[in-house]
């Protein structure tokens, strides 16, 4: 399953929220979540797009995947929601820390460019 997503890095992991956007069913019943609970394994791709491809890039993250509850505890998905709104103005106004947030544990990076 191919889902784009917004993402925020903190340097160890990358986080991902279950935001406000219209869905057809609770966040926990969403397919992406189901896959991650059945199998944590996932991948990222970060692209760079340009008209000029000779400047076209990407990253490759291969990592394992958690769900995050939010918690009144949970110091991780409070700097979670902080950096997905520090980079995200849309999240300024939505309730995303009372969402599930996903959290990608990277495993391995491949990177590519023309030139590779």
């Known amino acids: 399953m191919v889902v784009p997503v917004c993402y925020a ?4 992991h990358f986080y991902t929220p279950i935001d406000e956007k219209p869905k057809s069913v609770a966040a926990g019943d969403l397919k992406r979540v189901r896959n991650i609970k059945a199998n944590s394994r996932v991948a990222l791709v970060i692209d760079h797009y340009s008209e000029d ?11 394992e995947a958690e769900i995050i509850e939010p918690a009144l505890d949970d110091s991780e998905h409070s700097r979670a929601v902080a950096l997905l709104r520090e980079k995200y103005q849309q999240y300024r106004s939505m309730a995303i820390e009372q969402r599930p947030i996903i959290r990608i544990i990277p495993r391995r990076f491949k990177c590519w460019t023309p030139a590779a």
């Not at 890095?9 to 160890?12: H, I, Q, T």
């Not at 491809?53 to 990592?63: F, M």
């Open 53 to 63: 491809w000779g400047e076209l890039a990407y990253v490759l993250v291969s990592g």
């Open 9 to 12: 890095f903190d340097g160890n």
